[in-house]
């Protein structure tokens, strides 16, 4: 199975911040790497597919780069709804695996 | 819009059966793959799960003899059969909608908010 690594595991920042989260595939996966957002109790949510596209709807602060092994999801300008856990799983081969997660907070 | 309504949860011995339900609305559910993907507690997002349009089905290995993922497209519901069911079954298990026809299709586009299932004695 691919591994993938996110990091940090947690990270504290302010309002207006820019926030990046790295993702670490343990080999290539080229672009097939999705971003999503988790929300305590709620469905979560897919920001960016094939790596770097925003998922219809999603706002125009989070975007996605990278390719290969090593992938990035950005948060521009940290809102306070941006609090939460964000995860990265690679879709490369069966099984998909997910990031153990990122949790923002403020 | 799309909503996909999780059923079918709650509290099981160990070696007990469950079967989850996922309703589905708002889209063409014959179209699309769909998967489960589980959160046990204080844990992260695992893939449980996945089965094309057409009845195409994977599983994790550590559910492979004893998950069996099913759908109905006349009555737009997708199923998890869940036999002998361990300790470490237990989790909030998430019906997704895969964002094309295959089996292999994990960008997963909308979520059910989840059905909670317990495995205890």
């Known amino acids: 199975d691919i591994q993938v690594t996110q990091s940090p595991s947690s990270l504290s920042a302010s309002v207006g911040d820019r926030v990046t989260i790295s993702c670490r595939a343990s080999?290539?996966?080229?672009?097939?790497l999705n971003w999503y957002q988790h929300k305590p109790g709620k469905a979560p949510k897919l920001l960016i597919y094939?790596?770097?596209n925003l998922q219809s709807g999603v706002p125009s602060r989070f975007s996605g780069s990278g390719s290969g092994t090593d992938f990035t999801l950005t948060i521009s300008s940290l809102l306070p709804e941006d609090v939460t856990t964000y995860y990265c799983q690679q879709t490369y081969s069966t099984p998909p695996t997910f990031g153990q997660g990122t949790k923002v907070e403020i | 819009e799309v909503q996909l309504l999780e059923s079918g949860g709650g509290l099981v011995q160990p070696g007990g059966s469950l079967r989850l339900s996922c309703g589905a609305s708002?889209?063409?559910?014959?179209?699309?793959?769909m998967s489960w993907v589980r959160q046990a507690p204080g844990k992260g997002l695992e893939w449980v799960s996945a089965?094309?349009?057409?009845?195409?089905?994977y599983h994790v290995d550590s559910v492979k003899g004893r998950f069996t993922i099913s759908r109905d497209n006349s009555e737009n519901t997708l199923y998890l059969q869940m036999n002998s069911l361990r300790a470490e079954d237990t989790a909030v298990y998430y019906c997704?909608?895969?964002?094309?026809?295959?089996?292999?299709?994990?960008?997963?586009?909308?979520w059910g908010q989840g059905t909670l299932v317990t495995v205890s004695s």
């Open positions: 094939a790596a770097s």
């Open positions: 089965i094309s349009n057409s009845g195409n089905s």
């Open positions: 997704a909608k895969g964002s094309c026809p295959s089996a292999g299709c994990y960008r997963f586009d909308s």
């Open positions: 080999q290539s996966i080229g672009s097939y």
């Open positions: 708002g889209f063409s559910f014959s179209s699309y793959a």
